[in-house]
């Protein structure tokens, strides 16, 4: 079965720092969105993307988010100065359809800010 | 208000006990889509099952079933003879529609660990 791909698994930083996190979606999914998880907690949503702009966002995607798709393959995620409470799980998900499809989610990268 | 609430925070069972999963969950939508999610220790969400508003047949996949009542706003889900393999968090998630951001409303999950 096709899978959500996402690099690094694992990211460390300092606090202040800029960090990107990346995904492949699913290569024929034309809808995109990032949700972090953090550690024991429930699965929030940041935000989805189509077509090359942003469809909706939730209060936690401020100004130092923000969401690229910078070629044909990747999607990534930008979080501009890093805060301690931003540690959490990031995933990655794609879906073929728009409305309430299914979401096939990547494994996840790691973020601890230091 | 949660919109999607799974109240048991851990369930542990002996292996080739049958165990269910609660989620009860809160919506005005007449139109809306529920979902269970597995997360392995691995950490990947696995999807198991969606089921729109208007589909309140149960459902049964092998060892899989799901319980949809819209009278009590609860989408239960039992695992029949529970194997090791089951241990992992679950969770619920509900997607009101039409939604143009297809956001997902999460529970807070249900750990199950399964003893062998």
């Known amino acids: 079965e096709p899978e959500v791909t996402q690099t690094p698994s694992h990211q460390v930083t300092q606090m202040g720092q800029e960090v990107i996190l990346r995904c492949v979606p699913i290569?024929?999914?034309?809808?995109f969105y990032w949700y972090r998880q953090i550690l024991g907690q429930k699965v929030e949503f940041l935000v989805s993307?189509?077509?090359?702009?942003?469809?909706?966002k939730s209060e936690i995607f401020d100004d130092q988010f923000s969401v690229e798709r910078p070629d044909g393959s990747n999607f990534t995620l930008k979080i501009r100065s890093t805060k301690l409470e931003d540690s959490a799980m990031y995933f990655c998900?794609?879906?073929?359809?728009?409305?309430?499809?299914?979401?096939?989610f990547g494994s996840g990268t790691q973020l601890s800010v230091l | 208000a949660q919109k999607v609430t799974q109240a048991q925070t851990e369930i542990s069972v002996v292996e080739k006990e049958d165990v269910t999963l609660d989620c009860v969950y809160e919506?005005?939508?007449?139109?809306?889509?529920l979902f269970w999610y597995k997360q392995p220790p691995s950490g990947e969400l696995v999807f198991l099952i969606r089921?729109?508003?208007?589909?309140?047949q149960n459902e049964i996949s092998g060892r899989y079933s799901w319980n949809f009542q819209k009278s009590t706003s609860s989408f239960n889900f039992t695992i029949t003879a529970s194997q090791v393999v089951d241990s992992a968090v679950y969770f619920c998630?509900?997607?009101?529609?039409?939604?143009?951001?297809?956001?997902?409303?999460f529970g807070t999950g249900t750990s199950l660990t399964v003893i062998p």
């Open positions: 290569s024929n999914h034309l809808y």
């Open positions: 089921r729109n508003s208007f589909d309140e």
């Open positions: 919506t005005r939508d007449t139109t809306y889509y």
């Open positions: 998630a509900l997607s009101e529609g039409p939604n143009t951001g297809n956001q997902f409303y």
């Open positions: 998900a794609s879906s073929d359809r728009q409305t309430n499809e299914k979401l096939f």
């Open positions: 993307f189509y077509n090359n702009e942003i469809s909706e």
